[in-house]
Structure formats: structure tokens, C-alpha cells
């Protein structure tokens, strides 16, 4: 009889854990095609590009997307000094690309390794290492990377090395209290006890088991470090003149808003629609790795 009653009850219980399996990965379908795209067009900006981002043509300056009346030689319509738009937006995927898979590994790395030591040593070392975190995090981020950038020049190179300083303390005091709670652990103590060294602990035991809280963090990253990146470029102290980025974009067409509206609608929209798919990813990653959220929805 109990065995009937489990072959009764288990169809309707695998059929909701089906249907709740199908919800979570259908709600990452849309995010994920988004991604995907994005990275496509930033790895081949070069080849899916129909123009030279930087070919000035005024005798096509301002021509409206094909939607609004223009030609389909310009699809998306042309600036004030007759570039392409798809062009210019592909190659600002490019760079937004580049400065997303420069800066978040770096970050990771950097305010990983921070926090893994600050949470496993304590004492002296951690609360220096978490001092300076303090320091970081205290300074009005935008102002001291408009400060950096003033001082080094706009360029790729040094935004990257900008975004790299701003957004390590992301990570430093999230790994920092995963390593506080870890190390209390027993298999933590059993390890000690048979005289495994720190960094073998570390290395072994605490850094896989924070890999979860990393890897979340990063993805949610991913929106920041664009925004941020487009927020220097918009404020001049970013990709230089003549690089096809999306907040430069946007600064370039602000005197332009009312006469070519695709001009700062579009890299608009573009930025929005990328940063808004990272944040859901994030969300997602979150639920689904975290053991605590994965059966809620």
C-alpha cells in the first residue's frame, strides 16, 4: 500500500519539479540570447561592421535610420559628421567588451585574493587589508576615477586600470566574510589539525567554497563596469576622441537631441539593454547557486 501511495504521488511531484525547472531556465532565455549577441557583435565588430566607424562623409551627415525615412546604406542613420551609426555601435560593443573582460577577472583576482587573506589571517593583516578596502570605498567613486582619468589621459588602457582600482572592494569584503564564517568549519579544523598549512587551506577548502559568492558577484559586475565605462567616456575622460564607444557617443550627440534623436536614442538603448541583461543574469546565477534560493520560485 505504501508503495502504491509514492507511485501515485510521484508523478504530480516530478511534474512540478519540471515545470519549475522549465520556469527558471525559460526566465534565462531572453537574458542569455542578449549575451550572446553581445559578445558576437563585440568579438566581430570589425567584420559585421557595413562601414569604417570613423569615415567622415558630410555629404551624408544626419540621415535617419531606415525605419524613419532613411536609406539602407545606413540602416541606423549617420552623425553629425556623416559616420555610420550600426558601425559605431557594433565597434562600442567592441570596446565595452574589452573593458568587461579585462576588468572583472582583474577585480575578482585582485579583491578575492584581499578578502580570502583578510578573513583567513585576521588579526593585524586583516584589519590592515581591510583598512585599505575601507579607504576605497570611502572616496566618491565617480569623482576619483574622473580624478584618475584627468591626471593619466583618456585612453583604453587607462580606463581599465581605473575601473580595475574602483571595483575590487566589491569582492574584498564579500570573500572576506565567507573566509570568517569558513574557516570555523570542521573540516577547516580537521584539516588544521593534521597540519595542512593556510595556504593549502585556502587553496583547497575556502577559495572552491567561495567560488559560488565570486562568480554571482562578478556577473553583476558586468553591468557596473559598463555603465561606468560609458560614464567616463560621456564625461571626456575615458576612450579617447575618435573611438567609437557608446558614452562617447552619447556626449558627442547631446547638441543634437531634438534635430537627430537616433543619434543618442540608439547608444542608448544599446547600454541600457546590456547592463539591464548582466543585472538579470546576475539575479539568476544567484538563485540558482545559492541552495537556499534554488527551490523558492
Not at 566607424?53 to 535610420?65: D, G, H, K
Not at 585574493?113 to 593583516?125: E, P
Not at 593534521?194 to 593549502?200: C, F, H, K, Q
Request: aromatic share 8%; charged share 15%; hydrophobic share 55%.
Amino acid at each position: 500500500m505504501a508503495q502504491d501511495a509514492t507511485a501515485t504521488l510521484a508523478p504530480p511531484v516530478l511534474e512540478r519539479r519540471r515545470r519549475r525547472n522549465w520556469r527558471r531556465y525559460a526566465g534565462l532565455s531572453v537574458p542569455a540570447t542578449i549575451a550572446v549577441v553581445f559578445i558576437f557583435c563585440g568579438a566581430f565588430a570589425g567584420l559585421l561592421s557595413p562601414d569604417d566607424p570613423n569615415f567622415i562623409s558630410l555629404a551624408e551627415r544626419l540621415q535617419p535610420p531606415v525605419f524613419d525615412g532613411g536609406s539602407w546604406d545606413h540602416p541606423l542613420g549617420t552623425d553629425d559628421l556623416g559616420r555610420d551609426i550600426l558601425s559605431r555601435i557594433l565597434h562600442g560593443a567592441q570596446v565595452s567588451l574589452i573593458v568587461v573582460l579585462a576588468v572583472v577577472p582583474g577585480a575578482a583576482v585582485i579583491g578575492t585574493t584581499i578578502g580570502l587573506v583578510a578573513g583567513w589571517r585576521g588579526g593585524l593583516v586583516g584589519n590592515l587589508l581591510m583598512r585599505l578596502t575601507d579607504i576605497q570605498l570611502a572616496l566618491p567613486s565617480i569623482l576619483f576615477a574622473v580624478l584618475l582619468g584627468s591626471i593619466f589621459g583618456p585612453s583604453l588602457r587607462n580606463v581599465i586600470i581605473i575601473l580595475l582600482l574602483w571595483t575590487w572592494s566589491a569582492y574584498s569584503r564579500l570573500v572576506r566574510a565567507e573566509a570568517i564564517s569558513l574557516r570555523e568549519r570542521d573540516f577547516v579544523t580537521a584539516s588544521r589539525a593534521v597540519g595542512a598549512g593556510g595556504v593549502w587551506i585556502m587553496r583547497k577548502h575556502l577559495l572552491p567554497n567561495l567560488l559560488n559568492t565570486v562568480v554571482i558577484v562578478m556577473t553583476l559586475e558586468v553591468a557596473i563596469v559598463i555603465l561606468a565605462e560609458a560614464a567616463l567616456s560621456f564625461l571626456g575622460v575615458g576612450v579617447p576622441a575618435g573611438t567609437a564607444s557608446w558614452g562617447r557617443m552619447i556626449t558627442e550627440a547631446r547638441t543634437f537631441m531634438v534635430q537627430a534623436w537616433w543619434m543618442i536614442w540608439l547608444p542608448g538603448i544599446a547600454l541600457m539593454v546590456v547592463a539591464f541583461t548582466g543585472n538579470l543574469m546576475g539575479d539568476w546565477l544567484r538563485d540558482a547557486l545559492d541552495p537556499r534560493l534554488r527551490n523558492v520560485r
